[in-house]
C-alpha cells in the first residue's frame, strides 16, 4: 500500500509537470495561405460574390477544392510561399512573433501553405508573402476566412478611420513603418477590420515592374480556429498588351 501510494503520488506530480508545461491559455491555430491566378479565381466566383465582404457558393466551392487538391496546380503560384514575421516586423503590426514551421503547398494533394501555432487569445500574429519571381505583379483581390465563411474583398487604399478587410499601402510607406514599430498603432489600427479574425496588408510595390507584398494578420479567437487566406494575382496594366499590331501596352492604372 505504501509502494502504491508513493507511485501514484509521483504519477499526479508528473502529470501536473506536464500541464504546466503549456500555458493555461495556450490554444492551437491553424493558418493556410495560398496565391492563385485572377482567372482561376474568377473561374469559381458567381454573380454577386465580387461585392466586397460577399460570401457565397462559388467561394465555397473555391475553399472546397483547395481543401481536396483538386486546383489544377497550373492555377496557383509557388514562388510566394508565407513566413512568419521576425520579431521586428511582428511587433510593428501590433503582433508578437511565432516561431512555427510552414509546411509548404505543392506537395500531392497539398496546395495551401499551412502552419500551425499554440497561441494566447486575443493576441495578433503577423504572416508574411514576399513574391521571389517578378510576374505576375499586383495583388488584386484576397478571400479570407476567420469566424464566418470565406468572404472575397478588394484592397483599398482608405484614410485613417475607414476599416476594410484588405488594406492597400504604399510598400515605402510599410518599411518606414516596421522600421521604426509604430505602424500598427500609428496608422494601421484604424484602417485594418479583424473583426472576423483576419485582416491582409498589401504592400504596392512603386516600382511597377517587381510585385506587390503581402501582409496576412491574425486576431487570436479564444478557441481553437483556422483561419484562410486566397491571394489573387495578375500582370500589372503595364504589361497587358494593347488590343492590335505592335507592341504598344496600355497605361498603368494605379
Request: proline share 5%; no cysteine.
Amino acid at each position: 500500500m505504501r509502494h502504491g501510494g508513493r507511485l501514484a503520488v509521483w504519477t499526479l506530480g508528473v502529470l501536473m509537470g506536464l500541464g504546466l508545461a503549456q500555458p493555461a491559455w495556450a490554444v492551437e491555430y491553424r493558418l493556410q495561405v495560398v496565391s492563385i491566378y485572377e482567372g482561376a479565381f474568377a473561374a469559381f466566383l458567381r454573380v454577386g460574390e465580387w461585392t466586397d465582404g460577399a460570401a457565397g457558393p462559388g467561394l465555397d466551392r473555391l475553399e472546397a477544392s483547395l481543401d481536396k487538391g483538386e486546383v489544377g496546380k497550373g492555377n496557383l503560384l509557388y514562388d510566394r510561399h508565407v513566413q512568419a514575421a521576425n520579431e521586428l516586423v511582428a511587433r510593428a503590426y501590433g503582433g508578437a512573433a511565432i516561431g512555427a514551421g510552414v509546411l509548404m503547398g505543392g506537395a500531392g494533394e497539398q496546395l495551401w501553405d499551412e502552419v500551425r501555432w499554440d497561441g494566447k487569445p486575443g493576441e495578433q500574429s503577423v504572416w508574411v508573402v514576399r513574391p521571389t519571381s517578378r510576374l505576375p505583379q499586383a495583388l488584386t483581390r484576397t478571400a479570407l476566412k476567420g469566424t464566418g465563411p470565406l468572404r472575397q474583398f478588394q484592397p483599398y487604399g482608405v484614410p485613417a478611420g475607414t476599416r476594410v478587410g484588405a488594406v492597400q499601402i504604399p510598400l515605402g510607406f510599410l518599411a518606414f513603418g516596421e522600421e521604426r514599430g509604430t505602424l500598427w498603432r500609428k496608422d494601421l489600427a484604424s484602417r485594418l477590420d479583424l473583426s472576423r479574425g483576419i485582416g491582409v496588408v498589401v504592400g504596392v510595390n512603386e516600382d511597377v515592374a517587381f510585385p506587390d507584398t503581402a501582409t496576412v494578420i491574425v486576431s487570436q479567437a479564444a478557441d481553437p480556429t483556422t483561419y484562410k487566406a486566397v491571394l489573387v494575382w495578375r500582370l500589372r496594366d503595364t504589361e497587358q498588351q494593347a488590343p492590335g499590331s505592335g507592341v504598344i501596352k496600355t497605361r498603368h492604372k494605379r
